[in-house]
């Protein structure tokens, strides 16, 4: 999100779910919709089925939303940026880009046009790098450009890289080039993959901003914040999630407190991760359930499910919605929120929430785009953020007359190829993502075990690599990286790119995060889950 | 605009149908095949109503209201034929209440209620369906389709998964999945939709089977727990129990439109599981064991204020979660920066 | 023009086929060779001559001797008899083998004037008849609105079953501002015993055609659809010829005579289902998709084919169109009653002399149409009952055979015209078997789509069964008619409101049969 908050001002989905009707064209690119967000891939199908909508399909498994596109081309993982590039030289070379727009509401469009206009990304020249034709990356070029609106639909396949940031700047760049942000139907929309994860976010759950993105370090912020709750606050941005985990290995980081994650599962290269793990002095986990990362707690908090309690999620769209509790969670079962106010008090402090609205209120006073969703207003439907004040209806789509910024700022990105490149000895390129069935770390999908049945380990190759390794469909097969190995049966198919492997990253059984790079992009501190360089092997 | 039903006068707009309005107004006329999410299909005919000036009976489901149209839905000729369609299908089904899931939030046990239709007139032999089974999550019963299209409109035009179709002539007219293969070895991915629109007890959710009647079960509202999109579910619970039975979507939600995927609307397991921690625990000599919550919260009290006095604040970190509340989000935060006195909170937002 | 001293005219249509009148078309042009008479004799393949059952035919002009059931033995006698020494076959004329004459009607008939007269493979053939004489007429002479008011004047009367005003119907399209409308031939011609429009498109295919390009000129369409059942081979082979000699000649294709429209023909083959003969469902088929009919409104003249505005006409209706405008609607109005101006092609089904099609005016009695054109009934035996206008149509006892029929006539007395089949019964005949016959036939035919067309007929058809065994009772009687009843008032499309008729008209006018089987 670093990528879109720095070129647009805010970090989020611009544009609204109910949108997409109205798009003329979507490019879907690093984004298994069907599997990783089925509803919204419902949308965009029936947008498609409906006539007015076409698709564009770029990645490097030929996913099933293929299927619906107008064209479909993948590219070898890792090459966005220069794909993107190539999009916009096409654009500009022959006046396709959005005149008068750039003119009102953008700025940087020169220094834009001297990094893309620069020969490398000539068609011809990135077909090579990404082995998309030339004539597709022109055909889709024309296609997104003249457009009358076109959306950008993205999720993991663009962040998870050490360009991630580059790669989302890219995207941005392409959608203000083509003045595509600020009316419905367009925009720049990354599709969150957790149920809240957008809401923590904005909660400030982050290490360099407080509720509502106000600036760690900002001291009218820090002002605000310390007056609020009475106390001082630190001004130093704090650590990122794998920033922890090197702190923890490092012996830097003493104590974690982890609520309702798995970074055992979820983190890259997971020996390191466990080593790290190992080295806290204390670690508290507050779960449903012993998790892969619980095993190495100290103390473990039973917390309550999401059936169990109330309060709000915002989703990929920045809707606010009310979740009701249904059922009762077990006896001596408490929510997270009582569970931080114990232990708060228990150190000493003040802490006197009677009720989960309570919490929402002091949300709507400290956090500006929430300042209007209050308990009350949230209703049946919820209302989208910003929503600043107790009588604005909520915004479904974002820069509608200016940027959050002011003026939307084009950057010139510099196509880098990722951290890890496939060599003689780990000749493929692994890269990693979901299936439709499990979700996560499979804490929670995976107690279903009609899910199970429908969905277990697997690794994902070609059938032209098959074929050379002699491997048949099923078989259990060897996948190792610098990192790790593990085990899984094949899943042979021509849907993916020879020389490209794909592993979801579920299951503990086969872990796919022990084998992934924990390089990371500089900004955005995302680990490079996409790419890296692996090996296959037959076992027998 | 203004329209008259049965001699007495309702607003309505121009965008309605004579349907839409009866049943706004609690004027219950029987339809099998007219769904919101699915539109007016006028296939079951049971909705035929008269109007003046109109040749014949019309179906009022894709009937568009017109000012001052002066409709019928309860003469004797009207209910008579209303009754032969509802009594042709009940004839031509094994529509036999008493176990059938859909008992009591059937839609054509409130038409033949309404009807006061209390055996079929005829019994015809009908073919030999087995139940297809093979699926995780749905039973389909085909003896009890009234092949009114609802799952064929939202397999293909909500969820656009293309996968069940009508397939096969007049009475042996039949729902299949692809080329006629069994629902579990189709393309169908199990996201529930069929299960969702279906009137009668054709399509079923298997895990809910004998689990709860309807009218025992309490729905409440709530949001999906998996991806970031939202949807909006209706949860069916059995409060004694203290249990989920099923969950739907919620029909009118701009995130998912009633719509689900298969975890969903199937992966709620995780809530009851026999997995689930009861109790705090705390590590001793390497082993887990239950503690109670006064103990593990003075622990992790007096551990975080010593390791802080210690190491100094930024050596306690903590994660946040993608999986909680805004509310819960915002006071770990607030008691990492305020109580800890660090910023060093983050959550696994990139993986 | 070279002019012969005798014509053979060969009917090939697809029962003759079956008979090998391709094999006797080639032997009889060998032996007229082999007596050197091919300057003088000339053999003309035709459509149907306007029988059914008589196997290969052959009629000899002049003098009109129609030799029926000719086989490859007879061929060399006939040659050498009637062609060389002038004597006829007298064994062989159908005179001989029927008790009365045959009265080909040749002087009111507008839709098969050239059937059987003219090589339908041959479009100069057409050219010589005067035909295309219409459409140069309506292309240079008349504007749109003046061929729909000639059309309109002029009372035709869709010939496809329903009788709707062919001219009405037009007008609610033609005015439409649509950049693409369609026009649709309905020749999937499904009713049980009807093949009156294969022998029209047999016989002329070129006026089929005619009337297509000026009805599809006068609604604003710029192209045209035939949509003809697969199993009329014959008829898909002449018309495509006559659609590829068409535009040889810029009939077809752009600014057709010199004028601003331009046209052309596809010919879409169906699969066989009765429904698709339904205007919607013959669009949904015509589309690619499952042959069920659409709800109504909106009609297709509206939002039709590919959601644009067409006209979906019957074969027999257009083919009256060339006659209308090359003749005017008064002369039309000539022919038939004041009501239902025109003629109507007949199918003569079952136990008549001369089972076969024929046109007569609108107006003629059953009677007449079975003496004069069917032959009378077989072996002199007793009419019973005629099955009047197809499988949907209505078990007429003799108390109607001197009913005037036309639309609204029979309507009086609770029938249909329909298609104009007649399937004409003797004493012999249990009515209960043939209604049980045709409520089988709407069991298989029903689509699916609606609940009471595919469950009713199911009951139906489980009801007669029944009654067939003899395990039936009085009350299933009562009950048929109810579920027809319902079906007629809530069934989606025609189809399933077809039972009624022939339910009620059989239980109704031939009671004993059913109750003879109850005990």
């Not at chain 2, 007495?8 to 107004?25: C, D, F, G």
């Not at chain 2, 014949?56 to 369609?85: E, W, Y």
């Not at chain 2, 293969?181 to 169908?188: A, E, F, V």
């Not at chain 3, 297509?212 to 604003?220: D, K, N, P, R, T």
Request: some cysteine.
């Amino acid at each position: 999100m670093a990528g879109l908050a720095a070129s647009l001002g805010s970090g989020a989905m611009t544009n609204d779910i109910a949108g997409i009707k109205e798009a003329d064209v979507i490019m879907i690119i690093g984004s298994d919709t069907t599997a990783a967000h089925p509803v919204i891939a419902a949308r965009i199908k029936q947008a498609v089925r409906e006539g007015k909508t076409k698709i564009i399909v770029i990645d490097p498994k030929q996913i099933d939303i293929a299927k619906f596109s107008e064209i479909y081309v993948a590219q070898r993982p890792g090459t966005d940026v220069a794909v993107i590039n190539c999009l916009m030289q096409v654009i500009i070379k022959n006046g396709w880009e959005a005149k008068d727009y750039i003119k009102e509401r953008l700025e940087g469009f020169e220094e834009l046009k001297a990094e893309v206009l620069k020969p490398k990304y000539s068609p011809e020249n990135i077909e090579k790098i990404s082995g998309i034709p030339a004539a597709s990356l022109i055909q889709i070029a024309e296609m997104f450009a003249k457009a009358e609106t076109a959306a950008v639909f993205y999720a993991m396949g663009i962040t998870q890289h050490t360009t991630g940031t580059d790669n989302v700047w890219s995207v941005a760049n392409l959608q203000m080039l083509c003045g595509n942000l600020g009316k419905p139907g367009g925009g720049v929309n990354p599709l969150r993959g957790q149920s809240n994860v957008q809401g923590a976010c904005d909660m400030g759950g982050l290490p360099n901003v407080y509720p509502g993105y106000q600036k760690v370090g900002d001291p009218a912020v820090q002002e605000k914040f310390e007056k609020a709750w009475g106390k001082k606050l630190s001004p130093k941005v704090g650590i990122t999630i794998t920033e922890m985990i090197d702190g923890a290995y490092d012996g830097k980081v003493k104590a974690i407190y982890v609520m309702g994650e798995n970074p055992y599962l979820s983190d890259p290269d997971q020996n390191h991760v466990i080593t790290a793990l190992e080295k806290t002095e204390f670690l508290v986990v507050q779960d449903m359930f012993i998790t892969e990362t619980a095993e190495f707690a100290d103390v473990i908090l039973p917390a309550a499910a999401y059936a169990e309690k109330e309060g709000h999620f915002t989703n990929t769209e920045r809707r606010v919605q009310r979740l009701q509790q249904a059922v009762n969670p077990p006896l001596d079962v408490k929510t997270d929120w009582e569970i931080i106010q114990l232990i708060a008090n228990a150190m000493g402090s003040d802490w006197n929430y009677q009720s989960v609205a309570d919490i929402t209120s002091e949300i709507n006073l400290l956090t500006p785009q929430y300042g209007g969703i209050t308990w009350d207003r949230v209703g049946r439907l919820g209302l989208q953020w910003p929503c600043p004040t107790e009588t604005h209806p909520g915004t479904p789509y974002l820069h509608k007359d200016r940027f959050a910024r002011g003026l939307g700022l084009l950057k010139g990105i510099e196509f880098k190829e990722p951290n890890e490149l496939p060599d003689e000895e780990f000749p493929f390129i692994l890269t990693t993502g979901r299936v439709l069935q499990q979700f996560h770390t499979g804490t929670m999908s995976r107690k279903t075990q009609g899910l199970n049945n429908l969905a277990g380990p697997m690794i994902m190759i070609s059938a032209a690599d098959a074929d050379k390794l002699g491997i048949e469909n099923s078989e259990k097969v060897r996948l190792s990286t610098r990192r790790g190995e593990i085990e899984a049966p094949a899943f042979v198919t021509r849907r993916i790119s020879q020389g490209v492997i794909y592993v979801p990253f579920h299951y503990k059984e086969a872990p796919a995060n022990r084998l992934t790079n924990p390089a990371i992009d500089p900004v955005a501190k995302i680990p490079e889950y996409k790419v890296c360089a692996a090996k296959l092997e037959k076992i027998s | 605009m203004k329209i008259m039903i049965n001699g007495k006068s309702y607003q309505a707009s121009p965008s309605e149908t004579v349907l839409q309005v009866a049943l706004r107004n609690g004027i219950y006329i029987p339809h099998l095949c007219y769904h919101q999410r699915t539109g007016p299909a006028a296939k079951c005919r049971a909705c035929v109503v008269q109007v003046e000036g109109m040749n014949g009976l019309q179906t009022s489901c894709n009937l568009s209201v017109r000012d001052n149209m002066k409709v019928i839905t309860d003469s004797p000729a009207v209910k008579a034929a209303q009754k032969m369609v509802v009594d042709l299908a009940l004839s031509t089904g094994k529509h036999d209440c008493l176990a059938c899931e859909q008992n009591g939030d059937c839609e054509l046990q409130d038409a033949a209620y309404y009807l006061g239709i209390e055996h079929p007139s005829y019994q015809v032999e009908i073919p030999d369906y087995p139940l297809d089974d093979s699926s995780e999550f749905i039973y389909v019963e085909r003896d009890k389709c009234i092949s009114c299209g609802r799952c064929v409109v939202g397999c293909n035009q909500n969820v656009v998964n293309e996968v069940i179709n009508f397939a096969y002539r007049g009475f042996e007219t039949k729902i299949v999945f692809d080329q006629d293969l069994p629902m579990g070895t189709s393309s169908c991915v199990q996201c529930g939709e069929c299960v969702q629109l279906c009137p009668v007890g054709a399509l079923i959710d298997k895990r809910a089977r004998g689990k709860g009647r309807p009218w025992n079960l309490e729905k409440i509202e709530t949001v999906c727990p998996y991806c970031g999109v939202g949807c909006k579910l209706e949860l069916h619970v059995d409060t004694l129990k203290n249990e989920i039975i099923r969950i739907k979507g919620v029909e009118d939600s701009p995130t998912n439109e009633g719509m689900l995927c298969v975890k969903g609307r199937y992966g709620f397991d995780f809530v009851h599981s026999p997995e689930r921690l009861t109790k705090p625990m705390i590590k001793e000599n390497g082993q887990l064991r239950e503690a109670e919550w006064d103990e593990a919260i003075n622990l992790v009290a007096s551990r975080f204020n010593e390791i802080i006095e210690k190491h100094g604040s930024d050596s306690v970190a903590g994660l946040a979660s993608a999986k909680v509340t805004n509310e819960e989000n915002f006071v770990f935060q607030k008691f990492m920066r305020r109580e800890v006195g660090t910023n060093n909170v983050d959550h696994c937002a990139r993986l | 023009m070279k002019f012969y001293r005798n014509v053979v005219l060969i009917g090939i249509d697809d029962d003759s086929l079956q008979s090998g009148a391709r094999e006797i078309e080639t032997l009889l042009k060998r032996e007229i060779a082999r007596h050197n008479l091919s300057d003088e004799i000339n053999v003309v393949e035709a459509g149907a001559l306007g029988f059914f059952g008589t196997g290969v035919t052959l009629m000899i002009h002049p003098g009109q001797i129609t030799y029926i059931n000719v086989t490859k033995e007879d061929i060399p006698e006939i040659v050498e008899e009637h062609l060389l020494k002038g004597r006829t076959v007298s064994r062989l004329i159908m005179d001989s083998v029927y008790s009365r004459g045959y009265d080909f009607n040749y002087k009111h008939r507008i839709v098969l004037e050239n059937s059987g007269l003219i090589n339908p493979d041959l479009i100069d053939e057409y050219l010589g008849t005067g035909g295309y004489e219409a459409l140069e007429k309506a292309l240079l002479n008349m504007s749109r609105e003046e061929i729909i008011e000639e059309v309109k004047k002029s009372g035709l009367r869709g010939r496809g079953g329903a009788g709707f005003p062919t001219g009405l119907k037009w007008s609610f399209t033609a005015p439409l501002d649509a950049k693409q409308k369609y026009f649709v031939i309905n020749a999937d011609e499904g009713e049980p015993g009807t093949f009156k429009d294969r022998l029209i498109m047999e016989g002329d295919p070129h006026k089929l055609l005619e009337g297509l390009i000026i009805s599809s000129y006068a609604v604003g369409a710029s192209k045209g659809y035939i949509y003809i059942r697969g199993e009329y081979k014959l008829c898909i082979e002449r018309l495509q010829r006559a659609i590829d000699q068409a535009r040889e000649y810029g009939i077809l294709g752009k600014k057709i005579f010199g004028s601003d429209f331009d046209f052309d023909v596809e010919i879409k083959v169906g699969a066989g289902a009765y429904v698709c003969g339904e205007e919607t469902a013959l669009i949904e088929s015509m589309e690619g998709k499952r042959g069920q009919p659409r709800s109504k409104p909106p009609f297709p003249g509206v939002v039709g084919a590919w959601q644009k505005p067409t006209v979906v006409n019957n074969v027999e209706t257009i083919a009256n169109i060339p006659g209308i405008i090359s003749q005017g609607a008064d002369w039309f109005r000539g022919f038939g009653t004041s009501d239902c101006p025109g003629t109507k092609a007949y199918t003569i089904m079952g136990d008549v002399s001369t089972p076969g099609l024929c046109e007569v005016d609108m107006g003629t009695s059953l009677r007449t149409i079975i003496d004069n054109y069917g032959g009378g009934m077989k072996n002199n035996r007793k009419f019973k009952a005629a099955l009047v206008g197809g499988a949907a149509g209505v078990f007429l006892s003799d108390k109607l055979l001197d009913v005037k029929m036309d639309y609204n006539n029979l309507h009086e007395y609770s029938a249909v015209l329909g298609s104009g089949a007649i399937l004409v019964m003797n004493d012999d005949v249990d009515i209960l078997e043939m209604l049980w016959s045709v409520i089988r036939f709407f069991r298989h035919e029903s689509c699916g789509k609606c609940g009471p067309c595919a469950n009713g007929n199911e009951i139906l058809y489980k009801l007669i069964n029944n009654l067939r065994k003899g395990e039936g009772k009085k009350t299933d009687l009562d009950q048929m008619l109810q579920i027809s009843e319902a079906m007629f008032n809530t069934s989606f499309c025609a189809l399933g409101q077809s039972l009624l008729l022939p339910v009620k008209s059989a239980v109704t006018n031939f009671k004993e049969d059913f109750l003879k089987r109850i005990n």
